[in-house]
């Protein structure tokens, strides 16, 4: 059904239109490079030619790592103090030694937990000021500065140095890419690996990839999903300006914050989103803090801007999603039919209402879709004649699991994650429900009472993590920190932990499989001198990944961060051999969503393991689906890995039994995505 905001979208959407649109988002992202992101790239120029001043070598530096893990390692504190002395003068333009010993003062304070009196500090800092002056970084005269009305003597960089600043931010300006947020105009199709958005969006398809040739489906399938037109759910906008209202009453993040802010900036007419991937080819949508695939609130803030009439099974198709949003998708697909169908929907009007009668829902999505549901109804119309733009999603179960199953064979993992036969009227099976009572009837007494007491929710993590690659102790760390959190004591996280591992083996045997065949093909080729692995998908994405570790010359002090010149590149050896695993599944799963798009004719929103589509078109995807994860899978990624990294074959047992499982039996599962 055409509407008035996709009328005057497509009146809008010219070449001409995208373009100014992109340009205007690469002026912002230039106006915010300043002198702060010029004195990073300074200082790793300039780190190298510094003397030593301090005789002391180790440090103790501690930060997150990208898995947000607290990692602590030893840095030279005469490196740890130019970075500081370095970064802080070329971003202010000045400095002086009372200045410089306030820095290190709070460095020490905040990361050696030390007190750094001024008298002993404050000349180390002159002898700072002293070689900055030798290197010609600051002037050797002072000058006077006013601040609050009072005066003091700075050194200013010098003209040579000034000059070089601005000369970075220049420099910097002209590589920074637009910055992303909601278009209101169609991007342009992506064409290659650096074309696609709009003229000059300086972006690439593949975050951090160098692969300059892209397949043709590959490219379809991007070019689709970022083609597809979304708007803002008026019951989204109600709910932030409630929650801005009373920021305090809701509890309300930062990070929240901003999403509502920035949804408010956003136009009420249709918005698109540019989509990018990363080096194992998920795709992202990029609109900043606004996503489609963000949280609760950003999935149920963007709706599509079609409306589609329902026809036969859209509404029953609502039915589903509100039941699964609601809450109750661990009952059958007909209760789920049957429970919306039994609702009192008429005393929810807002979220608040959502929070009291269904606490277990997705609060947002929930409001989103009952609201629609009592739109439709008060029509007092045939529903099958009736429009909606809602995006209607299904998720697959432990989707990592899924794929596992169907490479290895492994019919017990296969029936746990809802990839073998079921009908309308059976109960799915829940992963995590599994594995919960698995390591509680394995356990002692008292670990059984715990993991018993929390249930799936205790299980979650450990099985999403463990499907992508993670080990026990991870697993035990993070059970600790779920036991904290719900105020527990973390005495038995460790054993937890190990019965979660054993139950994992037991009820999802392919991660063990196919994690081990993975990790050993690797170690063997790692000693035989691979250091990067380039394997193609079954669509012809390539996937190339390499890990290295640069963190023996970088340097850390807090928010100041710069890396010393260094040819040679260090291997990341756990990262390497431990990370395959994960990266080909995610390879596969992505793989199998970008089928998925290019095999359906109508608008998709895709989540990583989730696809969203139209209640009208919700039961043809959920078809197409099932149809390429067979499809994916006659695809042989093994041996395309395999001989990528020059190893022999991995031959799971499962295959050659006649009772191994078979991805083909998906097409009959009816809780595989749901």
């Known amino acids: 059904m055409t509407t008035l905001s996709s009328t005057i979208s497509n009146a809008l959407n010219t070449q001409s239109s995208i373009n100014l649109e992109v340009a205007r988002q690469l002026e912002i992202a230039r106006e915010a490079i300043g002198t702060y992101q010029a004195a990073q790239t300074l200082t790793n120029r300039l780190i190298s030619l510094v003397p030593r001043l301090v005789l002391e070598k180790d440090v103790k530096v501690t930060f997150k790592d990208n898995r ?77 500065m006013e601040h609050d009305g009072r005066f003091s003597q700075i050194h200013k960089l ?58 043709p489906a590959v490219l379809s399938a991007v070019n689709k999903l970022q083609a597809v037109e979304f708007v803002i759910s008026p019951a989204m906008l109600v709910a932030s300006r409630l929650m801005l209202d009373n920021i305090a009453e809701y509890d309300v993040t930062t990070e929240d914050k901003r999403v509502m802010e920035e949804m408010r900036k956003c136009t009420r007419a249709g918005m698109f989103f540019p989509i990018t991937m990363d080096k194992r080819g998920r795709m992202y949508y990029r609109g900043g803090v606004l996503s489609p695939q963000g949280s609760d609130f950003c999935k149920a803030a963007f709706q599509f801007a079609e409306f589609k009439v329902l026809g036969e099974d859209g509404f029953k198709a609502i039915c589903v999603h509100t039941a699964n949003v609601c809450g109750m998708d661990k009952i059958s697909l007909n209760d789920r039919i049957e429970w919306v169908n039994n609702q009192d929907f008429g005393m929810i009007n807002d979220f608040e209402d959502v929070i009291q009668h269904f606490p277990k829902a997705d609060t947002f999505q929930a409001t989103v879709a009952i609201l629609e549901i009592k739109r439709i109804l008060a029509l007092d119309i045939d529903p099958a004649t009736a429009t909606s733009n809602l995006v209607c999603h299904q998720d697959g179960t432990c989707n990592g699991l899924q794929h596992m199953a169907a490479i290895t064979g492994s019919r017990v993992t296969a029936e746990s994650v809802n990839c073998t036969a079921s009908t309308w009227a059976d109960l799915p099976q829940d992963i995590y429900g599994i594995i919960s009572k698995d390591a509680a009837d394995n356990s002692t007494a008292e670990v059984h009472a715990l993991i018993a007491k929390y249930g799936r929710d205790m299980a979650k993590n450990p099985v999403m993590i463990v499907g992508y690659g993670a080990g026990k102790t991870t697993v035990q760390r993070n059970t600790a920190k779920f036991l904290i959190k719900h105020g527990e004591s973390t005495e038995f996280a460790d054993e937890i932990g190990e019965m979660y591992m054993q139950a994992l083996e037991s009820k999802a045997a392919a991660v063990k499989s196919f994690t081990s065949a993975i990790t050993s093909r ?58 395959m695993a994960p990266n080909l599944i995610h390879s596969v799963d992505s793989t199998h969503l970008r089928m998925v798009v290019n095999a359906c004719d109508h608008s998709l929103v895709t989540v990583h393991d989730s696809v969203g589509s139209h209640p009208s078109t919700y039961f043809a995807t959920a078809q197409v689906i099932r149809e390429q994860f067979v499809a994916v899978h006659e695809y042989d990624i093994m041996t395309e890995f395999t001989t990528a990294i020059g190893a022999d074959p991995i031959n799971f047992i499962n295959n050659r039994r006649a009772d191994g499982y078979k991805a083909s039996e998906a097409l009959q599962s009816s809780y595989i995505f749901s």
């Open 158 to 215: 010098t003209d040579m140095q000034s000059l070089e600043v601005n000369e970075v931010v220049d420099e910097l300006r002209a590589k920074i890419p637009m910055k992303c947020k909601p278009l209101t105009n169609k991007p342009t199709d992506w064409s290659d690996a650096n074309t696609g958005v709009g003229d000059n969006a300086g972006l690439r398809l593949i975050t951090g990839g160098q692969q300059s040739t892209i397949a």
């Open 522 to 579: 690797m170690e063997e080729s790692m000693l035989e001198g691979l250091t990067s692995v380039q394997w193609v998908s079954a669509d012809g994405f390539v996937c190339d990944i390499e890990y290295t570790d640069i963190e023996e010359h970088r340097v850390r002090a807090g928010n100041f961060n710069c890396i010393k010149p260094h040819t040679d590149v260090k291997l990341d050896e756990i990262k390497t051999r431990g990370a």
């Open 68 to 144: 947000e893990e607290m990692v602590t390692v030893e840095k030279d504190l005469n490196d740890v103090m130019w970075l500081i002395t370095l970064q802080s003068t070329l971003q202010s333009g000045y400095t002086n030694a009372t200045g410089l010993t306030s820095l290190f003062q709070a460095w020490a304070k905040t990361e050696m937990k030390a007190e750094w009196t001024y008298a002993a500090v404050n000349p180390i800092a002159k002898r700072f000021i002293k070689e900055l002056i030798n290197l010609s970084v600051i002037k050797s005269t002072k000058s006077a």
